[in-house]
Structures are given as structure tokens and as C-alpha cells.
């Protein structure tokens, strides 16, 4: 494809064509609502990847019960992505760069409310049969009605899927394509027509699963004949022959089990274990530790206030507690200065505000905030001055690790005279506890990444009916805010400007207090497997997909 013939395509956005050999991606950024081609030709060349018979072991602590994205039952693992491929695929390196996977090609209507799509003639199953547009249609509306709770939402959008050819097809929208439905569109799982309703439809990724037994591990066999696997989205991807997930109770069972050498590969996350790691590659060479940093975009995470207490309403209040958070002392105490102070709720995105928001430590300022809000000291002990009540906080928190920084901020507070007490609980408990309430501060993780979510303010919006809604949860009702959220709601392309603006008022709103983010990321492996000093736009844990094995 060259730029004349990108320019000359007045009816439509061409996103991509890919064609053998060549690379062939797309620019769909969400910050500015745009869609463009993106050629370079420094990297239109593959490489065969290297022949390897070595496989890899990783761990798995979480709830995995298959890994049928089709299926509506729980317990979905999120390694599904090695047995399905999608139409487009993200960038590993870049964010808001997404590439052509078994779509080759997607044109956006002038009027933005028609997608025609064009499949990879080479594109087949694991079965060795093309795949079709049918398989496509069939996939997506299988998941709208039929999939996972998640997809459902899809069948609100108003979709008119229709097959054009055995490798085209037509979706048809009464609203305007924003990017971000596009992309939801293309990354969902791609199987064939005729297996969507067994238990393990068809595959179309670069791995088959061989063996699953239930809460123990699950094996993957790499298919040989592949079909993407010279296609630039995959090329120098999935080098292992095997990749054996080993599911675990808990994350110290985890650590152990790399400690001993029977998984490869860890993203640790936590600064004390990474510290245990060093002590042990002092006594054995065979361990290798990568600090890697990234950009990769940041939410919020740390205390957020139940303002269903009528006392944390006050905004002085909330910020009186905010000053009494010693970030340096935990940073320092805890993790050997290794983290940076989260100063917005959109991180390494353009969204972020420029400027820089107090979150100062200072029992002095904290005192005279407490004073203004009528809570006085007396004895040592925070009382207000009209009820004689004394102040006490309940801090609600998930893992050991927040269990630790709740102590240290505990003894700030107790300069203040104000009474705490720090509940740790499971998570199911903990997730009862935040949707009813019984807690007042807790701690709290959002993800904001504005080039894959629909609407990354949507959480600050009071939706009684999302149980697991931010502004529900903490019961933040703000008619100001809410105003402000609705007049950039109802641009089709809010300004950078505007939403920095947003992000400013929410950090001066103190509906948290901030806690930080790592600015690498720290990788383990052991000397069987070797992998590039990079990081990329997936999640850590899954930078294996770029490695190989050492030999």
C-alpha cells in the first residue's frame, strides 16, 4: 500500500492491508479519535524465528477454571490469548498502535457508522481450515449473546453484521465508530462457527491446549504450521515448544516455587521479595534480575474515602488525613526509595495534568484542617467540639503488604489523637465489605488507560446499578463534578486540555490518598531462558511471549 493510494480513498479511513512479508499496522489513537495507516519501512522484513524443542514453566495464582473465552462460566483464564487470535492485535511497544492480525484490512464509512472487513487469505484454524467471514459473524454475535457477561453490552450497541464474501464482511452501527469500539470489535477471540458451543471450540491462536488438569496445571503444544507465525504482529513471538502453567493457592507458594527453579520466569511485584532475590543471585549465578522501565499509562491506586460517612464528606477532613500519609517514610521503610508518588489518575498519557498537586507530609497543616472542621485535641485524643465524639477511622485493606503501610500511617494518625483500626480481609470478604460499605478508608486500585477503555471517566459517574463502580462504591456524588464529567461526556472529541483540567480538579477533590507507582518493572528468570531489555504495552507477566530459550 503507498500514500497515493491512501489519499485517493476520500469515502473512507483505510486502517490497514497487510500482505505477506511486509509489515502492515495501524494507528487507532483514542486521544485524538483518529485512525490512520502507518507504514515503515525500516521494519517491512521477518525473520524466521529460531527452531526450539525447549518449553517454559510459569505460575498461575488465580481462579482459573478453563479457557473457553466463548463459555459464560466463571474462572476464564486470562491466557486464553494463546489458544485464540483476534482481527487486530496491540502494538507490543507502543501504546495506541494496533496492528492487523486475521483482518487485513478495516474501512471506516465517511459517516463513521459502517466497518467493512477484509480477512488474511492465509488465515486458518488450528485445524488447517481457512477461516471465513462466517466464522467471523458468528464469533461476535456468539459472544454477544451467549459469551461472557462482559460481552454482552456489545448487543446494546445495535450491530447489523452481514457476510459479504468468504473473506469480507460488514458491520453496521447507529452510532458513530469510535475507536474504542473498534478496538473492542477486533481483539475479541476468533473460532470456528461450527465449535462455538462446545467446550473447546476450535483455536485459531499459535498454541493448542494439550492438557488441562483442574487446579494443577495446564500444558500448550505450539502448532508447527502456524499460520501468522511470519506475519510482523508475530514474528520473534511464542518461541517456546511448551508452555506449562502451574496454578497455585497463593502468591508465597509462588515465590517459592521460583526460589526452588521450577518456574522459569516472575514479575515481581513486590520490593521486599525482589530484595530476597538478590541475596540468593549473590549465592547462585543461574538467577537473572532485569529492572526494566516503562511507560506504560497508570490509574489511581491507595486509601480511597467512603464518603457514605458523613464525616469524610468534608473535604477538609479528607485532606487533614491526606497530610498525615508519610509517603517518603513508607517509601523509604518499605521499599528503599525504589517508587514515585502517583500525581494523577491518568499516568504517562496526555491526559495527565501538567501540574503539580501538594501531597505534602505535615501533621501541623493536618492539625489546623482537623481544628476548622471542629475536631479538637484534648488529652490526646481527637474529640469534636460539639458532640464530644472522639475521631476514629476504620482502614480496610486486602494483603499483608497494604497491611504494613496502613501501620505506618496508623501512627501518624495517633500523633493526631485519632484512634484506627486496620481490618485485613480475603477477597471475597473484601469485595462484600467495599460494595456495602464497612469500611472508611480502603484501599482501592483504578486502571485508566485511555487507548482501550470506552470511557475512562465513566467510574467517577454515580451508577447505583454498577456494583463495582468506583463513585458507587465510595458514594462520591458531587454535582460539580458530575457536571463537569457530562460536558465531557457529550463531546465527541474531548480536548486534552479539558480532560487535564478534569484530572486536576479530581486530585483537589482528595477522593484518595495517593499511594505510587513502580517506574520498572522487575523480571526474574533463571538461566534456561533469555528475553530483551524492554518492556512492552502487555501486561508483565506475559513478556515471556517475547523470550527464548537461552540455548
Not at 259 to 265: L, M, N, Q
Not at 327 to 339: A, G, K, P, V
Not at 351 to 369: C, G, I, M, R, V
Request: charged share 20%; aromatic share 10%; net charge positive.
Amino acid at each position: 500500500m503507498n500514500r497515493s493510494i491512501i489519499k485517493s480513498s476520500c469515502h473512507a479511513f483505510i486502517i490497514s492491508i497487510l500482505t505477506p512479508m511486509c509489515i502492515a499496522s495501524f494507528v487507532i489513537n483514542t486521544i485524538d479519535q483518529s485512525i490512520e495507516p502507518n507504514i515503515d519501512q525500516s521494519e517491512r522484513t521477518t525473520t524466521d524465528q529460531p527452531v526450539s524443542n525447549r518449553g517454559i514453566q510459569l505460575d498461575r495464582v488465580e481462579n482459573t477454571q478453563h479457557f473457553n473465552p466463548f463459555s459464560p462460566a466463571r474462572g476464564l483464564s486470562p491466557d486464553w490469548p494463546l489458544l485464540y487470535d483476534t482481527l487486530i492485535t496491540p502494538d507490543s511497544r507502543q501504546f495506541g498502535q494496533y496492528q492487523s492480525l486475521i483482518a487485513s484490512e478495516i474501512t471506516l464509512s465517511q459517516d463513521k457508522k459502517k466497518l467493512i472487513i477484509s480477512l488474511h487469505t492465509d488465515a486458518q484454524f488450528e485445524n488447517g481450515e481457512p477461516i471465513t467471514a462466517d466464522d467471523v459473524h458468528s464469533s461476535i454475535s456468539h459472544l454477544m449473546r451467549h459469551g461472557p457477561i462482559n460481552y454482552h453490552r456489545l448487543a446494546d450497541e445495535d450491530y447489523e453484521i452481514v457476510t459479504l464474501s468468504k473473506q469480507q464482511l460488514q458491520i453496521k452501527s447507529s452510532e458513530k465508530f469510535t475507536s474504542q469500539r473498534i478496538i473492542h470489535l477486533g481483539t475479541l477471540p476468533i473460532s470456528q462457527m461450527t465449535s462455538l458451543k462446545k467446550e473447546s471450540p476450535v483455536g485459531s491462536g499459535a498454541y493448542k491446549l494439550s492438557v488441562h488438569k483442574h487446579k494443577r496445571f495446564a500444558l500448550f503444544t505450539r502448532h508447527n504450521h502456524y499460520w501468522a507465525k511470519r506475519l510482523p504482529t508475530r514474528n520473534q513471538l511464542h518461541q517456546f515448544k511448551t508452555i506449562k502453567l502451574i496454578f497455585l493457592k497463593n502468591k508465597h507458594t509462588a515465590f517459592e516455587l521460583f526460589k526452588r527453579g521450577e518456574v522459569d520466569f516472575r514479575w515481581e511485584e513486590l520490593q521486599e521479595n525482589w530484595q530476597t532475590l538478590r541475596q540468593i543471585k549473590r549465592r547462585n549465578q543461574s538467577l537473572n534480575l532485569k529492572e526494566i522501565r516503562h511507560d506504560r499509562p497508570g490509574g489511581m491506586s491507595g486509601f480511597a474515602f467512603n464518603q457514605k460517612r458523613k464525616l469524610l464528606k468534608d473535604i477538609k477532613i479528607r485532606k487533614a488525613l491526606a497530610r498525615a500519609f508519610h509517603f517518603d517514610e513508607i517509601n523509604q521503610s518499605l521499599f528503599q526509595s525504589q517508587y514515585q508518588r502517583i500525581e494523577s489518575y491518568f499516568t504517562n498519557t496526555p491526559y495527565a495534568t501538567p501540574l503539580k498537586f501538594n501531597q505534602q507530609f505535615s501533621l501541623d497543616e493536618a492539625d489546623q484542617l482537623l481544628i476548622q472542621s471542629g475536631w479538637i485535641s484534648q488529652d490526646g485524643i481527637r474529640k469534636h467540639t460539639a458532640t464530644n465524639e472522639p475521631l476514629t477511622i476504620r482502614i480496610l485493606v486486602n494483603s499483608i503488604g497494604n497491611e504494613k503501610i496502613a501501620n505506618i500511617y496508623a501512627k501518624n494518625l495517633k500523633f493526631l489523637g485519632i484512634q484506627t483500626h486496620i481490618e485485613r480481609a480475603n477477597s471475597a470478604d473484601y469485595i462484600y465489605r467495599l460494595q456495602h460499605g464497612d469500611f472508611d478508608l480502603a484501599y482501592y486500585a483504578m486502571t485508566s488507560n485511555p487507548y482501550t477503555e470506552n470511557n475512562i471517566l465513566a467510574a467517577f459517574t454515580y451508577q447505583p446499578n454498577r456494583h463495582y463502580n468506583f463513585a458507587q462504591l465510595f458514594h462520591i456524588q458531587n454535582s460539580e463534578l458530575d457536571h463537569a464529567l457530562e460536558s465531557i461526556n457529550q463531546s465527541e472529541n474531548p480536548s486534552k486540555p479539558a480532560m487535564q483540567e478534569i484530572d486536576h480538579y479530581l486530585m483537589n477533590s482528595h477522593l484518595f490518598i495517593p499511594f505510587w507507582r513502580p517506574s520498572v518493572d522487575r523480571i526474574a528468570h533463571w538461566s534456561s531462558i533469555e528475553g530483551p531489555n524492554e518492556s512492552f504495552t502487555s501486561r508483565p507477566r506475559d513478556f515471556y511471549r517475547w523470550w527464548w530459550p537461552s540455548e
